[in-house]
């Protein structure tokens, strides 16, 4: 058996933050151009006679980028897995998704099938996850190097760059050290590309007709197969069920989505305390996943850009926490901010859908008039429209620029309603500059805000000189752009490719 390579897109939520994490909200999420990948392939090429009798097989886990490998033996009875060695800690999210998508295997294969499945699970599995240097902060090896804070430093990295450790706690504290990341969703990008090339490795889904068709309903239900383990094994792993939004724009790219009801998850949870993942698995399966997702992407002409503040990222989970409890609080108020929220976070898609149809009907008029703007400032926009469509078009523009500042402005309230930093100070001051740069239409904090990361949506060409405006303000502009593929199989082990996809579908000023 070849070995099999898929990835997966990491994530930046632009609206939706907090709200998305209750149906029927909506949230608008970007796929990108920075992936996860995972290489499955066999442990062992000839199988020993006497195999047929283990009652285990062995997995072996390997993360290059932190010099970690691990190795686990896999009970082919009750699927637990056991930890056999390892240089350093353990990864729950590639664990749960290993026991998951065998037991998927296991519940879906054919009869007839069934011993070429044992076959391949008795000759161990080999796995390798690597993800593109996007996920990473390589802030402080730019700046120990002495370089500046650019794109093109970035780009200069080799490809699945070492990862640095986040510094030690300052009160001396000998902490587990966290890798700094930038927010792009790693685990569930990580979490999917595992499961999708378990999966196919496994011949439980066929992702390769991903290339031919689209829309053929086979590969949809492969599809939506991989998005189910793959959501079961992130939240198990996570030890709670999230909104699932950043694995499902890994799985099938930018979109606009509404969670799924969590209670289609409490077998699996259940599952935790020692219910066999065989019968939890059927009912996993069998599940109503109730989310919804509609195609959603940027309009034509306009850029995502990601900047990195250099504070490390904070981290998510505190925050959403310290905002249920404001809401259990402060019912009224809170209730009150969310559909104002909530409003803003509607106008905004508005006037983004209206973009893109305005582009499809009058693309003449819509390039030349986001050509004029991306070297002006938003207050000259309006006397740009020249043309009848135009005046529609800037209308939109002025719209969603208008969306977003009350979108900001109801996040930074129940920041400090809630006691925590959704948008601080620092953040307000910079995205206050950035959306006063030409050619700049929208900027945010992704997500649940914080610290770790900005935003900005950029028309035309403008995004290389917010790039370098971004590092006189001590910003480090990243490679990530919108990307809006979800999971794919890959060709070849991205070690082997020249040149990284990231580099060469950027082009830096």
Same mark, same amino acid.
């Given at each position: ?190 979490? @999917? /590309?595992?499961?999708? &090339? ?7 889904? !066929?992702? +390769? =007709?991903?290339?031919?068709?689209? %829309? ?15 959501? @079961? /094994?992130?939240?198990? &792993? ?7 939004? !950043?694995? +499902? =724009?890994?799985?099938?790219?930018? %979109? ?254």
């Amino acid at each position: 058996m070849e070995a099999v390579v898929a990835s997966a897109p990491g994530k930046v939520l632009l609206t939706g933050g907090y709200l998305i994490l209750e149906r029927p909200n909506a949230g608008l999420v970007l796929s990108t151009n920075s992936r996860f990948f995972a290489i499955v392939k066999p442990l062992y090429h000839q199988l020993k006679p006497d195999s047929w009798a283990w009652g285990w097989t062995d997995v072996k886990l390997t993360s290059p980028q932190l010099s970690r490998e691990s190795i686990y033996k896999l009970s082919l009875k009750n699927l637990s897995l056991e930890y056999v060695s390892s240089s350093d800690s353990k990864n729950p999210f590639v664990e749960q998704a290993v026991q998951y998508c065998v037991a998927a295997a296991r519940a879906t294969v054919d009869k007839n099938k069934k011993d070429s499945l044992e076959k391949l699970l008795l000759q161990g599995l080999d796995i390798t996850i690597l993800g593109s240097n996007d996920f990473y902060s390589y802030r402080n090896q730019i700046e120990a190097r002495g370089l500046p804070l650019t794109p093109d430093a970035l780009a200069a990295l080799p490809p699945f760059a070492s990862i640095t450790f986040n510094a030690e706690e300052s009160n001396g504290e000998n902490c587990k050290p966290e890798v700094a990341k930038t927010g792009l969703g790693s685990s569930a990008a990580m979490t @999917t /590309a595992v499961v999708a &090339a378990l999966l196919h490795y496994l011949r439980v889904v !066929d992702l +390769s =007709s991903v290339l031919e068709d689209h %829309q053929h309903e086979k590969y949809t239900a492969d599809l939506d197969l991989v998005h189910v383990i793959a959501q @079961t /094994a992130h939240c198990i &792993a996570q030890g709670k069920v999230g909104s699932g939004f !950043d694995v +499902s =724009s890994a799985v099938y790219g930018s %979109q606009r989505y509404v969670r799924f009801s969590p209670e289609v998850l409490s077998s699996a949870q259940v599952a935790v305390k020692g219910t066999p993942l065989q019968e939890v698995i059927l009912e996993i399966l069998k599940g109503t996943w109730d989310h919804e997702r509609t195609k959603f992407s940027l309009p034509p002409l306009m850029t995502l850009l990601l900047g990195e503040p250099g504070t490390g990222g904070s981290s998510t989970p505190s925050m959403v926490g310290a905002v249920k409890k404001w809401q259990k609080a402060d019912p009224q108020k809170s209730l009150e901010t969310w559909r104002k929220l909530s409003e803003a976070n509607s106008a905004l898609e508005t006037q983004l859908s209206t973009l893109s149809k305005l582009a499809e009907q009058h693309w003449d008029e819509y390039e030349s008039l986001i050509k004029s703007c991306s070297i002006l400032k938003s207050e000259k926009w309006i006397h740009q429209a020249a043309k009848p469509n135009q005046e529609a078009i800037t209308k939109a523009l002025l719209g969603a620029r208008d969306a977003m500042l009350r979108i900001r402005y109801h996040m930074h309230q129940m920041g400090e309603a809630a006691g925590v930093p959704i948008e601080p100070e620092s953040q307000t001051s910079l995205l206050d500059a950035t959306m006063n740069m030409e050619g700049v239409l929208l900027a945010g904090v992704p997500g649940a805000g914080g610290f770790d990361a900005v935003f900005a949506v950029t028309l035309g060409d403008s995004g290389s000189h917010v790039a370098s405006s971004w590092s006189s303000f001590n910003v480090l502009a990243l490679l990530v752009r919108e990307d809006p593929h979800g999971v794919s199989l890959e060709s070849a082990d991205p070690r082997t490719k020249e040149i990284t996809s990231s580099i060469s579908s950027v082009h830096i000023e």
